[in-house]
Each structure stands twice: as structure tokens, then as C-alpha cells.
């Protein structure tokens, strides 16, 4: 390894944008069930799945509509 690193050419990650952060959330467990039900016929992680659909909600600006009666 050198002493020193030269990065004045460097360019920035452009998928610095995209990473992920590690969290802690409590979901449902019937929740759960149907994203892992999703993922077994889907054949994709159902983390991935619930991302996805996050994903979706947040660029589409998807509002709730939770009424307690």
C-alpha cells in the first residue's frame, strides 16, 4: 500500500444517493406473511418487497387515508 492516496482526479459514487440505511421496524406479523407469500412467487427478498413498495409510495407522494372510528 502507498503512504498517500492522490484522489484530485476522483469523481463522486453516483449511487451514493441509493444506499441504504439499516433501521429498526415493527411490522405486523400477518404483514410479514404477505410479503414473504409475495416473495415466494415473485422469487424476489421480501425486504426487497417492502422496499420496493415504500419506494413507490414516497415517489408517487402516496398519502394515507387512516380514519378511526
Excluded at 9 to 38: C, H, M, V, W
Excluded at 43 to 62: E, F, K, M, S
Amino acid at each position: 500500500m502507498r503512504d498517500e492516496y492522490d484522489f484530485s482526479n476522483g469523481i463522486k459514487n453516483p449511487y451514493a444517493k441509493r444506499l441504504k440505511k439499516q433501521i429498526t421496524i415493527n411490522i405486523d406479523s400477518s404483514t410479514i406473511d404477505y410479503f414473504k407469500e409475495q416473495a415466494a412467487q415473485s422469487g424476489i427478498p421480501y425486504q426487497t418487497l417492502i422496499n420496493l413498495y415504500l419506494t413507490d409510495c414516497a415517489v408517487h407522494q402516496r398519502k394515507m387515508n387512516v380514519s378511526w372510528n
